[in-house]
Nanobody, 119 residues
Framework: QVQLVESGGGLVQPGGSLRLSCAAS????????MAWYRQAPGKQRELVAA???????NYADSVKGRFTISRDNAKNTVYLQMNSLKPEDTAVYYC?????????????WGQGTQVTVSS
């Protein structure tokens, strides 16, 4: 069974940095497009950043220049480096991706990790 497990969230002051990780585990054949989403209280879940299997990336306008998504295919892990954090970045961050396994090609979500930006 494939699982995506996020880590690295926490409390940080405005202007600070955090690095989120999302590790895929299970009987994985291949990992395709991966992305980070976030959901703040009372708001819809939104796409933050995405990276395809070739390393091409795209970002929400609100995080361009501050966040960097990357992946380590050997470790089945995707990262989100978040710099110059703002209070409005506070949300639960979710990892999402397409994974091929014995169950076929499916889309998976992680359980989420809380990021709180506050002084």
């Amino acid at each position: 069974q494939v699982q995506l497990v996020e880590s690295g969230g926490g409390l940080v002051q405005p202007g600070g940095s955090l690095r989120l990780s999302c590790a895929a585990s299970g009987s994985i054949f291949s990992i395709y497009d991966m992305a980070w989403y976030r959901q703040a209280p009372g708001k819809q879940r939104e796409l933050v950043a995405a990276i395809n299997s070739g390393g091409r990336t795209n970002y929400a306008d609100s995080v361009k220049g501050r966040f960097t998504i990357s992946r380590d295919n050997a470790k089945n892990t995707v990262y989100l480096q978040m710099n110059s954090l703002k209070p409005e970045d506070t949300a639960v961050y979710y990892c999402n991706g397409g994974v091929s396994s014995y169950s076929g090609l499916r889309n998976y979500w992680g359980q989420g990790t809380q990021v709180t930006v506050s002084s």
